[in-house]
């Protein structure tokens, strides 16, 4: 117990430097909805239970004033050998805590943001060729808490993560208007009537279609290569970026996610699917949700399934279209791809 108290510590100073350096950079809206769920996971408190506000602000102000103490520290080694293990080498860290039941992981997200977080395992599976770890309990964490990620190949989903979004979402909609996807998708689990109930079956469907999108994204990985991640890595701006990953999540979900979900019928998970499809994903994409509509008022799928096979050649084109024109000049990569207007990249018509 003192070796896992030692590991839980050295895993959250370095989530907690990663905060001090990066959590300022969102808009406030987005850094104060993301503090008040990262007090209420630190607090142990349970879902739709009313914040104490004092409290809060109290705690919003002592962990800035940590963040300035820390923000120019190094990331620290974790004990887990005589040396320790650099907090970004996940696998030879999953090497000695997996067979202990402790899952772990690290890596850099949206623009470039370290995340770092330590968990119990409920279960390892292979998917495609490709590891899945699933996370449980969640015992270190940084601010942002993404459900799932591809890291270091395996893929990475956090149960604890997937069932806080999706009460958000709930919570979120009961004040918004309620015949929509996202009151499509909670009808369909039956959330009127037994609320727990609903939100575990979401939680199981919702997780297995994240597993489905991070199997696309390894198939999207093969197919792009090494010159993707590279222009990736090197994007400066964030529109170029958020560009560059809307294109991938589409080429991945139409080669994996949607024509899963439409062979199974999970209408529960298309409903969610697009309820989440939004900003530039949405503006990339008109052609989906016109092709959803026209699936709610027949009943008939057919068209909107041939939308999403005919797109995935149209999203790998796209995808090699920005590479192209990344690595034609990687000095003015960002502005030239930043040049390319939404719709031209668009193009999929109904």
Aim: proline share 4%; aromatic share 8%.
């Amino acid at each position: 117990m003192l070796e896992l108290s030692a590991l839980i510590d050295t895993v959250q100073k370095n989530c907690t430097i990663a905060d001090a350096r990066h959590a300022r950079d969102m808009t406030m809206c987005t850094f104060l909805l993301e503090m008040r769920e990262y007090y209420r996971w630190e607090m142990e408190i349970p879902y739709g239970a009313r914040l104490p506000k004092d409290e809060l602000g109290d705690w919003l102000n002592a962990r800035e004033s940590l963040w300035n103490t820390v923000e120019e520290e190094d990331f620290s080694p974790l004990p887990l050998s005589a040396t320790g293990i650099d907090p970004f080498e996940a696998d030879d860290i999953n090497r000695a805590l997996i067979p202990q039941g402790l899952v772990y992981s690290s890596g850099l997200g949206h623009f470039r943001k370290p995340h770092f977080v330590l968990a119990e395992l409920k279960r390892a599976e292979v998917r495609d060729g490709v590891q899945v770890l699933v996370a449980g309990c969640e015992y270190a964490r940084d601010l942002i808490a993404p459900p799932a990620a591809m890291r270091d190949g395996a893929i990475f989903l956090r149960m604890d993560a997937v069932r806080r979004l999706l009460w958000n979402k709930y919570e979120e909609w009961q004040w918004k208007e309620k015949n929509t996807a996202l009151g499509r998708a909670f009808a369909y689990y039956d959330f009127e009537h037994d609320i727990e109930r609903g939100l575990d079956r979401m939680v199981d469907a919702e997780s297995e279609a994240m597993i489905l999108h991070e199997v696309g994204e390894a198939r999207a990985e093969s197919l792009l290569g090494a010159d993707w991640n590279a222009m990736l890595g090197h994007l400066t701006s964030r529109h170029a970026e958020l560009l560059a990953r809307a294109v991938r999540d589409h080429l991945a979900d139409c080669m994996v996610t949607l024509p899963t979900l439409l062979e199974r019928e999970a209408a529960g998970s298309l409903h969610f699917y697009l309820a989440n499809l939004s900003g530039l994903r949405r503006a990339l994409f008109p052609a989906l949700p016109q092709a959803y509509e026209a699936w709610l008022d027949s009943g008939d799928a057919t068209q909107l399934a041939a939308l999403v096979n005919a797109a995935e050649a149209h999203w790998l084109n796209t995808a090699r279209q920005l590479m192209t024109t990344y690595h034609r000049d990687p000095v003015r990569g960002d502005t030239q791809i930043n040049a390319l207007a939404d719709g031209d990249l668009a193009g999929l018509k109904l």
